[in-house]
C-alpha cells in the first residue's frame, strides 16, 4: 500500500508506523463525531494535507492523534470499528 512506511508487528504499533489516508467522505464523518469536546483533541488538527491528499493526522511523539493513552483508537472505543477510516478498518 502506498500509505505504508512499515510492516508494524501488532497492537498500536500500527497507529505509529503508518500515515493514514483519509477520503472527504471519512473526513467528514470525523469532523461530526464531536472530538473537540475530548480536553486531550481541543484544537488538535485531525488531518494533515499531502501532495496525495489527506490523511490522519501525528501528535509530536508520532503516533495519531487518535490513539488514546491506553493504546486503543479513541475512534473505535467511541463508534465502533465501521466509523474508523478505511485504512485502518482493514489492517490486520
Same mark, same amino acid.
Given at each position: 500500500w502506498?500509505?505504508?512506511?512499515?510492516?508494524?508487528?501488532?497492537?498500536?504499533?500500527?497507529?505509529?508506523?503508518?500515515?493514514v489516508?483519509?477520503? =472527504?467522505?471519512?473526513?467528514?464523518?470525523?469532523?461530526?463525531?464531536?472530538?473537540? =469536546?475530548?480536553?486531550?483533541? =481541543?484544537?488538535?488538527?485531525?488531518? &494533515?494535507?499531502?501532495?496525495?491528499?489527506?490523511?490522519? @493526522?501525528?501528535?509530536?511523539?508520532?503516533?495519531? &492523534? *487518535?490513539?488514546?493513552?491506553? @493504546?486503543?483508537?479513541?475512534?473505535?472505543?467511541? *463508534?465502533?470499528?465501521?466509523?474508523?477510516?478505511?485504512?485502518?478498518r &482493514?489492517?490486520?
Amino acid at each position: 500500500w502506498p500509505w505504508a512506511r512499515a510492516r508494524a508487528p501488532s497492537g498500536s504499533a500500527c497507529c505509529r508506523a503508518y500515515h493514514v489516508p483519509v477520503s =472527504a467522505e471519512e473526513r467528514k464523518r470525523i469532523d461530526a463525531q464531536g472530538w473537540e =469536546a475530548e480536553p486531550e483533541l =481541543a484544537g488538535v488538527p485531525y488531518f &494533515v494535507a499531502g501532495r496525495d491528499g489527506h490523511r490522519l @493526522n501525528h501528535r509530536p511523539d508520532g503516533a495519531c &492523534v *487518535f490513539l488514546g493513552p491506553d @493504546n486503543r483508537c479513541r475512534i473505535h472505543a467511541k *463508534f465502533g470499528s465501521a466509523a474508523k477510516p478505511l485504512a485502518c478498518r &482493514v489492517y490486520p
